[in-house]
């Protein structure tokens, strides 16, 4: 059997896509193999796919209707054959060696592995920025030590992304764990029921992979008015796993909510739109239920003086202040 199988959705990324593969063939690792699951691509995409398959005899190429990244994985599932299975983003890349780093810590007892990564801003494919982001623990955990490193694990933000972790097939396929089409937040929804089925899970500090953050065509980009339902559905789920584990924390839940409401908040600042526009979607968030009961908490995970100005529904100040803080940044 072979030990890996590499799943990249690929949808009109003409431009990053060689650098994604080259990053994989540079490995310089031949037990794996590389699906390219062509998810519609009205560009190059697919042509590129092709002109890799007929030149690499791991690499195999695959056409299908776009029916959403979620579609595109499921495929790439259905057809691997490796023991283990790492999905990248055709628009990220690897670095460093990860195949054969850590190939001895994947046995057939281990789940899950999960590693640390790079968040990288470019501009035309060139770096402008890079920040590590590295797990607070490492080595091998059972189901129990797991439980109690939880909460510290998912308010690093590393827990809901399925790039930066590697599956083993099997436990997948007995636990019948797919991708749920959704618009957004399928990773979180497909590792929430990983985290409740998991029973060994390993974690290494070194970064293999380099994540390109604010891509402005890339769904995390662009804003989403339904974003924070879809969050806040995702957190509930999350929670309800927490409640049965035991570990059910108000103050958690709270500071995952202030986290919800100040990114998205800060997306719609960093858009191209009018400034009335901007002021309309914030409210929109401050008028959703649960973020009126937030606000109005003596909480420590929102800044006093932004509470005070949502309270006071002074939302072209909060988007000004948003703006600056990404200036400083």
Request: glycine fraction near 4%; proline fraction near 2%.
């Amino acid at each position: 059997m072979l030990k890996y199988s590499v799943i990249i959705p690929v949808y009109n990324v003409e431009n990053y896509l060689p650098r994604c593969i080259d990053s994989l063939l540079t490995q310089n690792y031949s037990d794996l193999e590389i699906l390219l699951i062509d998810n519609g691509s009205k560009d190059q995409s697919g042509q590129i796919c092709e002109n890799y398959a007929a030149q690499f005899s791991n690499i195999t190429a695959y056409h299908i209707p776009n029916k959403g990244v979620s579609s595109a994985r499921n495929f790439g599932l259905a057809k691997a054959k490796g023991e283990f299975i790492c999905f990248v983003d055709a628009d990220d890349y690897l670095v460093e060696n990860l195949f054969s780093d850590v190939e001895n810590q994947l046995d057939s007892e281990l789940d899950l592995l999960v590693f640390s990564y790079y968040n990288s801003i470019e501009k035309n494919l060139s770096e402008i920025a890079r920040s590590a982001k590295i797990l607070p623990i490492k080595g091998k955990k059972d189901k129990s030590e797991f439980i109690a490193l939880f909460q510290e694990l998912f308010l690093t933000d590393m827990m809901y992304t399925v790039w930066n972790k590697i599956y083993r097939r099997e436990f997948l396929e007995k636990h019948q764990i797919v991708f749920e089409n959704y618009e957004l937040g399928e990773d979180v929804r497909f590792n929430r029921t990983v985290y409740e089925c998991v029973n060994e899970i390993a974690f290494s500090q070194t970064c293999y992979y380099v994540y390109i953050s604010g891509r402005a065509s890339s769904a995390m980009g662009q804003y989403n008015s339904n974003r924070m339902k879809y969050q806040l559905e995702e957190l509930e789920k999350v929670d309800q796993l927490m409640s049965r584990w035991g570990i059910h924390d108000e103050q958690f839940v709270d500071q995952i909510k202030a986290r919800i409401l100040m990114s998205n908040i800060q997306n719609i600042s960093k858009q191209k739109m009018s400034l009335s526009k901007k002021r309309h979607y914030v409210e929109e968030l401050c008028e959703n239920k649960e973020m009126v009961i937030l606000t109005k908490k003596n909480t420590p995970f929102i800044n006093l003086i932004v509470r005070f100005l949502l309270n006071y529904r002074m939302y072209r100040t909060v988007i000004f202040l948003k703006k600056i803080q990404i200036l400083i940044k």
